[in-house]
């Protein structure tokens, strides 16, 4: 009996050890990776804006074939704010060889300021004309220099001068102008951080283009009372036409002055 009731429960033991290994006890089986499916029709993703003389598309063939051939139009430009119809037979246009793997390619395309509406034609299939996501905005790139007068002895007004040869074409961009210090010498006032640096003035200067003028100057005035170096911070926000800019931000632009005792 002893011997027969060991036999049972080394039977049992060997079942069950064999029972999970083949179930591979608590884990779970890996999953078949599915594949991603691909976009059956071609599209075409535009940037909401951008800034310079060319615009980055993102094109996608879907299932067409590799090598088949797609244009991409630009249509429209500038600011007038006229609907675009995309019937302008001098529009400019820009082929492109899809890659026919279901993927995104970055196509360039040369821009100009303006409001500008994108459509691809690809295969038997054209993206809508002129609708939400087929438009980009091409922002004017502010560029603006400062240059306050030579040599000012304190109780004489220093002239600050703005110059800008790109701004905004029919929306004004309106500047704010932040004399800051003054610093005992150089090294201190390029050691300091401007975003927290006393202001000794501030003014508004508007600036909108001009019929027939390329460059377009603009000054404000600031009589310091104490001697010592001062900077010279512009702030521009960014516009409907135009780009952002801070000489806070942008080191490249930093402007000084010396103001010399009486």
Do not use: H
Not at 10 to 27: E, F, H, K, Q, R
Not at 32 to 38: D, N, Q, S, V
Not at 213 to 225: E, G, I, K
Not at 238 to 244: D, I, K, Y
Request: hydrophobic share 35%; proline share 8%; glycine share 10%.
């Amino acid at each position: 009996m002893k011997k027969s009731a060991l036999a049972s429960t080394v039977a049992l033991l060997t079942v069950g050890l064999l029972t999970g290994c083949a179930g591979g006890g608590d884990t779970d089986p890996t999953p078949t990776p599915t594949e991603t499916p691909r976009a059956e029709t071609p599209s075409m993703k535009v940037p909401e804006t951008a800034t310079g003389s060319s615009a980055s598309l993102m094109v996608n063939g879907g299932s067409l074939e590799k090598g088949t051939r797609a244009t991409i139009y630009r249509f429209g430009g500038g600011w007038d704010g006229a609907p675009v119809t995309c019937d302008d037979p001098k529009a400019e246009t820009r082929e492109v060889t899809l890659t026919g793997d279901g993927s995104d390619q970055v196509v360039p395309f040369p821009v100009t300021p303006g409001v500008v509406s994108w459509v691809l034609v690809a295969g038997d299939y054209t993206t809508p004309c002129d609708e939400d996501g087929s438009r980009t905005r091409v922002l004017v790139g502010t560029d603006v220099d400062v240059f306050p007068s030579e040599a000012p002895t304190v109780g004489q007004p220093v002239t600050i001068k703005l110059t800008g040869n790109t701004l905004p074409e029919t929306v004004p961009a309106t500047a704010t102008v932040d004399v800051l210090g003054p610093w005992a010498n150089l090294p201190q006032s390029a050691a300091a951080d401007c975003a927290t640096a006393t202001v000794s003035d501030s003014s508004t200067v508007e600036m909108a283009k001009e019929a027939g003028r390329t460059v377009y100057t603009f000054d404000t005035a600031f009589t310091p009372t104490e001697p010592g170096v001062y900077r010279v911070v512009l702030d521009v926000p960014e516009t409907e036409q135009s780009t952002a800019l801070n000489t806070c931000e942008d080191g490249s632009k930093a402007v000084t002055f010396v103001v010399a005792g009486q």
